[in-house]
Nanobody, 121 residues
């Protein structure tokens, strides 16, 4: 499966962005999906995940209550709605696909190219 992330940009603190991850090559409903992010000089970290069925989503504590992951299997797309953005949310955001439910980046064999999110104070 090939993944294409989009929707990043520059936003002021307190603002919102919605990231999209479009899949091709294979139906997205076959995979559990995750969003990760990597800030300069830091390791890639888990943000949110959603199982293939769309229920039982799970979030990192740092984004809980502000970010929402969702998916549209008929449209082959996964979304990350990001509200109340903070400067510390600045990072490159990646979507990823896996055959198992996991918060570990190493469990995801398929990755999108990343989209930059910059939050100014």
């Amino acid at each position: 499966v090939q993944l294409q992330a989009s929707g990043g940009g520059l936003v002021q603190a307190g603002g919102s962005l919605r990231l999209s991850c479009a899949a091709s090559g294979r139906t997205l409903s076959s995979y559990h999906m995750g969003w990760f992010r990597q800030a300069p000089g830091k390791e890639r970290e888990f943000v949110a995940r959603i199982p293939w069925g769309g229920r039982l989503t799970y979030y990192a504590n740092s984004v809980k209550g502000r970010f929402t992951i969702s998916r549209d299997n008929t449209d082959n797309t996964v979304y990350l709605q990001m509200n109340s953005l903070k400067p510390e949310d600045t990072a490159v955001y990646y979507c990823a696909a896996s055959g198992i439910v996991s918060t570990s980046a190493g469990s995801y064999p398929y990755w999108g190219q990343g989209t930059q999110v910059t939050v100014s104070s």
